[in-house]
């Protein structure tokens, strides 16, 4: 199975509608992150979590929130979305390991294709 | 905003080529990685490198660091059309206390491998 997944693949709604994309992880790391990516784009980030009561804005989240569940599961929400959401949506984790020295990459799920018509 | 800038934009080369990548950045960091991506998918980390290393290899590929002209390059040596694919850096600022967060990415190198 996926270490980090995510539901749904692809989502087409229109505008106004709520939205909500879930992640889960088997990975047991504490932090979780959402980014969005735009075609020519790099990825931005959008909110990340080092665990369940600590959640923090990214650089793009104005129309965005997020609930952290558990330490497995992480949502985004689109409260009403428009159609500059429309974007591909990823979902990572990663460790945070500083006693050992020992740092690793994130961990990105599959990603959300998300069209907001 | 960006912090890395990924240079070329795209990038065609034939199979058993070398192909070079270079990313530049501008604020202090306490690490730079590179990620892959095949089209459409998630990212797939390659590689990390610390402010304190100059150099760093991982089977095909080696990333080089440069702080002073805060820049880095990433070679696939060999490259198979599998290699396909867009590469991006990804810095983790220095004022982040180096734990892995927050990482700034660049726009991506797209590199196709002719077989």
């Known amino acids: 199975d996926a270490d980090v997944t995510q539901t749904p693949r692809n989502r087409i709604t229109k505008t106004g509608k709520r939205i909500m994309l879930e992640c889960s992880q088997t990975?047991?790391?504490?932090?979780m992150y959402w980014y969005r990516q735009d075609p020519g784009l790099g990825l931005r980030l959008i909110y990340y979590?080092?665990?369940?009561?600590?959640?923090n804005k990214g650089e793009i989240s104005d129309g965005y929130s997020v609930s952290r569940q558990a330490q497995a599961k992480f949502s985004l929400s689109l409260e009403s979305a428009i159609p500059n959401q429309t974007a591909l949506y990823f979902c990572?984790?990663?460790?945070?390991?500083?006693?050992?020295?020992?740092?690793?990459?994130?961990?990105f799920g599959p990603g959300t294709r998300l069209t907001v018509l | 905003s960006q912090q890395g800038e990924e240079d070329p934009q795209a990038l065609s080369i034939q199979e058993g080529e070398n192909a070079t990548m270079n990313c530049s950045y501008k604020t202090s960091i306490n690490n730079l990685q590179w990620y892959r991506q095949n089209s459409g998918r998630g990212l797939v980390h390659l590689i990390l490198?610390?402010?304190?290393?100059r150099e760093k290899h991982s089977g095909r590929l080696r990333v080089t660091l440069d702080t002073s002209k805060k820049s880095s390059s990433l070679l696939i040596t060999a490259s198979r059309a599998a290699d396909t694919a867009s590469y991006f850096c990804a810095t983790d600022p220095h004022n982040s206390g180096g734990s892995n967060y927050k990482l700034t990415f660049g726009k991506g190198t797209l590199l196709t491998v002719n077989p």
């Open positions: 990572a984790t990663s460790d945070f390991t500083l006693t050992s020295g020992t740092l690793e990459g994130q961990f």
């Open positions: 990975k047991g790391h504490d932090r």
């Open positions: 490198i610390r402010s304190n290393e």
């Open positions: 979590s080092f665990d369940v009561k600590d959640i």
